[in-house]
T-cell receptor, first 113, second 113 residues
Framework: LAKTTQPISMDSYEGQEVNITCSHNNIATNDYITWYQQFPSQGPRFIIQGYKTKVTNEVASLFIPADRKSSTLSLPRVSLSDTAVYYCLVGDRRGGSQGNLIFGKGTKLSVKP | NAGVTQTPKFQVLKTGQSMTLQCAQDMNHEYMSWYRQDPGMGLRLIHYSVGAGITDQGEVPNGYNVSRSTTEDFPLRLLSAAPSQTSVYFC????????????FGNGTRLTVT
């Protein structure tokens, strides 16, 4: 099972760009990289997913280098409402199974005014 | 569209009591799963199901039972509650393809005294 390593916590200020890096040295060929966001008293919410290079949506960007041993979630111009825990997951969901998707402890992002 | 609905939101049990945590989804997702979240531990997979009639164990299955008689419902049963099962429980669902994100409910906070 591919495990991930991310910083426990990060601090930022409103308007700054935040980059959270996730290390996944033993990522397998068929594994995708997925990021979730969790607010207090809520379930995690899907943010972005990618396999290689760069993926961008209305919320964030995901940068994946050629060796795929790490990935970086980029949040542009954060606001106070971006304060949350961010989880990086690596796994292969062929056949729909998610038994091999492991949620780590996540990165607690605190955005200050 | 209700998404993933979990009931109850809060529950207090005494050691040895039994109860069922309910999870229902209205998105016709084949895949459903249960996680528990403890402080500083991230989310840990308890059981999951890739379709009606099919269940499998996750990372921490002991003390919990599940069944999947319909596509919509995936109840989690505690046969004899223990204080170690005090936690927040999240149900999630998704389509059975590798790019489909997990949709989470808002959790059930369980306290066992």
């Amino acid at each position: 099972l591919a495990k991930t390593t991310q910083p426990i916590s990060m601090d930022s200020y409103e308007g700054q760009e935040v980059n959270i890096t996730c290390s996944h040295n033993n990522i397998a060929t068929n594994d995708y990289i997925t990021w979730y966001q969790q607010f207090p008293s809520q379930g995690p919410r899907f943010i972005i997913q990618g396999y290689k290079t760069k993926v961008t949506n209305e919320v964030a960007s995901l940068f994946i280098p050629a060796d795929r041993k790490s990935s970086t979630l980029s949040l542009p111009r954060v606001s106070l409402s971006d304060t949350a825990v961010y989880y990086c997951l690596v796994g292969d969901r062929r056949g729909g199974s998610q038994g091999n998707l492991i949620f780590g402890k996540g990165t607690k992002l605190s955005v200050k005014p | 569209n209700a998404g993933v609905t979990q009931t109850p939101k809060f529950q207090v049990l005494k050691t040895g009591q039994s109860m069922t945590l309910q999870c229902a989804q209205d998105m016709n997702h084949e895949y459903m799963s249960w996680y528990r979240q403890d402080p500083g531990m991230g989310l840990r997979l308890i059981h999951y199901s890739v379709g009606a009639g099919i269940t499998d164990q996750g990372e921490v299955p002991n003390g919990y039972n599940v069944s999947r008689s319909t596509t919509e419902d995936f109840p989690l049963r505690l046969l004899s509650a223990a204080p170690s099962q005090t936690s927040v429980y999240f149900c999630a669902s998704s389509y059975p393809d590798r790019n489909s994100p997990l949709h989470f409910g808002n959790g059930t906070r369980l306290t066992v005294t």
